[in-house]
RNA sequence: GGCUCCAUGGUCAAGCGGUCAAGACACCGCCCUUUCACGGCGGUAACCCGGGUUCGAUUCCCGGUGGAGUCACCA
């Protein structure tokens, strides 16, 4: 077979050399421990919490060791694009503070090593796959799916491993004549890897290749003995070839990606090893589980809409909680860490990928709360101001209103009992945040919650009309507090908790009794901050308005 | 089904031949307290099973079992 003859009837419109390509993308003049990481995902649209959690790694190592973090969109698959999805993941990305050096962006490309969007990359693929036909480790393939679906049902009845491999390659070995006359009848075809590896052997003759995975170690694993797609009938490769090409022509030095990968593993280390070029160092992340039914399962895009980045963005997650929690989830030391430096920001973390669980990792929404809470608590409130109304335009229209403008109020709101030593946790996201300050907005505000069992109607009325009654905006907070024991003590309750439970039998409850009907009328619910810090807020006729409505 | 990966409390997760087997979340109790939180203290709760190796296995090896992933002209 002359495979210099293949090679040009199957690309003549080829003219390039590889080694032009090797010229255009030289090695990066970066330190030597500098890693150049890079994100790929294809253009849905939809992401989720699982791709920020690797895009998390990818940046981390990039970004910690003085490397270069870049986009590279694969889009291959035209059955699958979607329109803006470009925009979206990239501004996803951005919310959640993953920033790119190099690559596609809202601008367009940035950075020597494009095009990164592999449908502009058919040329360079098709450079390499006519140089492998000509060496003869690729050829054409002319196979439809009918045939295709014939091998395997027949693989299927013998009970052989499924696919197109050694003697059921069926045009692995087609002549040049037979090519070159399919050709001329307009067949299309796809250009298959001619794979050295074989199966076809007593099992203990499979050869094994070991590949050091930057998070698992060693790994042992057959060696690929498939024929697989290099390019499609269109001439776009498939995702293996266009990784393999990509990673070493942009110099990719760290390929992070979903251990749903690990299968596919043994083609690239093929693929490397034919085109002469180094493996990169693999780091096989643990996938985001969620429970399903009592088992766990790998998060999935169809299934779990609930887990893409937007429904945390429309929730009101702050991206701050999100990234610490996706950090203490990706490095087991993180939390430790984070308890020894309250204060330090999360990039003078030092992320090692040795300390990824490799074990998939439930996603644990309590724990992300946990951690959001402790998160915004430190956020100063007048930025929690912002963060909210930037939130509200984007998702909430309807309260863009009531905080723009106002914005003064909804500070001192958001203020509420988080200066001391002991601050409120109170707010967990945007959607809870609002949930909780609500009774300072009339629109919003309803009463909820019931008054306490052991105090009558009758008793609630007195409190409330003794308490309007003595009301003076201008007491500070133990004046004003003495005139609520007084109430208390005139209606029958104890003026101290501790008294009432020494003598539960000479009264009818507490002092906190009586200040709870005041915070049901007040605020509708018997949950709230300190209830004349409220009232300060509120203004003196909103406060007594809200008493006059139960009265 | 083949192949691969994984296996410590409900969840996440330290551990790397000898530990009373950390810690965090959740849960429960107590304290603080005018409510709810916050905070403090305490509590319930775990090494999948069976063989080895070893003076000694959660830790190493083998075999089960279980879970996950993957077997496309999708990524």
Redesign the pocket.
Known sequence: MDYNKLAELLFPHITKEPAEYEKIYPKRNLPANAKITRL?P?PTGFIHLGNLYGAFVDERLAHQSGGIFYLRI?D??DK?QVEGAVEAIISSLEFFGLTFDEGASMEGDKGDYGPYYQSQRAEIYQTYVKQMIHRGQAYPCF???EE?AEIREEQEHLKE????YGKWAKHRNLSLEEIKSRIDQDQ?F?VRLRSQGTHDCAEEEIKMISVEDGI?GT????ENDQDI?LL???GIP??HFAHVVDDHLMRTTHVVRG??????LPIHVELFQTLDWPLPIYCHTA?L?KMEDG????LSKRKDPELSLDYYRSEGYHPKAVREYLLT?LN?NY??WRMESPDAPQSSFEFTVG?M??????F?L??LN?ISKDVLVKIPAQELCQFLIAWAKSYKTELVDLFVGHETYLVKILDL?RSGN?????FVFATQMFEFISYFYDDYFKREDAYPENVSTEDAKAILSAYLESYDHNDD?TQW?NKIREIATTNGYAAK?KDYKKNPGLYKGH??DV??VI?IALMGR???????EIQQILGERKTKERIHEVL
Request: net charge positive; aromatic share 6%.
């Open positions: 790929g294809s694969e291959t698959d699958r196979c439809t799916e295709l491993n499924p696919g197109y299309s796809v698992r790994l042992t694993i057959p797609v499609k009938a269109n498939t995702y251990a749903e990968w690990l299968p596919s996938q589980m088992n766990k399962r790998k989830i087991s939390e430790e300390k669980s490799n074990s998939g990792t439930l644990d309590d724990k946990d009992g002991k601050p409120r946790k109170d907070q507090f908790p002092v906190g200040s709870t915070r018997s949950m709230s901050p300190d209830i004349w």
